[in-house]
Each structure stands twice: as C-alpha cells, then as structure tokens.
Nanobody, 115 residues
C-alpha cells in the first residue's frame, strides 16, 4: 500500500513563507514525475509545480519566481518552498507522485495567507 504523507501547511501573513513536504512510501514502481497541486472550494484542482526524475521543473505562471519545487529521489520526497505568499495562494495543497500507470495523492494540507 502506498502512502503519501504531507506536512508544512498553516497560516501565514502575506509576504511570508512556508515550506511543504511530502514523503512517499510503500510498494510502487519507480517514481517519475512528482508535483504539487492546489484546490479552492468551487474550483478545479490546478497544477502548481512539477518536477521530473531528472530535475526538470514546471510552474504555473502565478507562482514563478516565488515558489521552488525540489525532490530527493533516494528518499521519495518532494518539497515546495513558497515565498512572498499572497492571499490568492490560499488553498488546500496536494502532492502527487506518478509511478508506472498510477498516480498517488497526498491527503492535502491547508495553506492560508492572510492579508
């Protein structure tokens, strides 16, 4: 059974920083892509950032220059450093790992940015 455990969400003032972390464990094929998504009530879940096994990264335009995604292939972990946070970054953040033909999701962690 695969587990994706997230940590690091919380409440922060605008302009502040948070770091999200996610660890994948259990029996699965080699993880190829890992990523962070976010969702607000009434809207579709959107990709925030992704990173390939080789380290290629992709960001949604709204977070470029503020967020940095990284991963450790030896530990099956992925992190998201979020700086200069804005109220519009408020959402539930989910990590995802793509391994073989399956996608594995974390349980979600709330990020709230106050103005």
């Amino acid at each position: 059974q695969v587990q994706m455990v997230e940590s690091g969400g919380g409440l922060v003032q605008a302009g502040g920083s948070l770091r999200l972390s996610c660890a994948a464990s259990g029996s699965m094929d080699r993880i190829l892509e890992m990523g962070w998504y976010r969702q607000v009530p009434g809207k579709q879940r959107e990709l925030v950032a992704s990173i390939s096994r080789g380290g290629w990264t992709n960001y949604v335009d709204s977070v470029k220059g503020r967020f940095t995604i990284s991963r450790d292939n030896t530990k099956n972990t992925v992190s998201l450093q979020m700086n200069s946070l804005k109220p519009e970054d408020t959402a539930v953040y989910y990590c995802k790992a793509a391994a073989g033909q399956f996608d594995y999701w974390g349980q979600g962690t709330q990020v709230t940015v106050s103005s």
